[in-house]
């Protein structure tokens, strides 16, 4: 059976859990199975680097750390970024903005 390969990246809000499942799964392949973040293995803990980084959970959703993959986009653009750590994306959140 052949894989199908959506073009990225995609609008964040305009797609359903699946194709958002879908589509952080195909970044994770594009990117080697790494954080585009940290560069470290999603597979593994975020970069030791993140631990200047303390989070706030509290300013988070219920759940936000449930997965520890997620998809990452800009609220600016909508737009799919990569796939990345959840303690990753929640740093990009509350220290950067994105």
């Known amino acids: 059976m052949s894989e199908t ?5 995609i609008l964040y809000s305009k797609a359903n859990s699946k194709k958002r499942r879908e589509a952080r799964e195909q970044y994770i392949k594009k990117q080697q199975g790494l954080c585009c973040f940290c560069n470290k293995d999603l597979n593994d803990e975020p970069s030791e680097l ?14 936000m750390f449930k997965n ?31």
């Open 5 to 9: 390969v959506m073009e990225l990246p």
């Open 50 to 63: 993140m631990e200047k980084y303390p989070i706030n959970k509290k300013l988070f959703p219920i759940g």
């Open 68 to 98: 520890p993959v997620h998809l990452h986009h800009c609220h600016d653009t909508d737009l799919t970024i990569g796939a990345v750590h959840a303690y990753c994306n929640a740093v990009l959140w509350q220290y950067i903005g994105e």
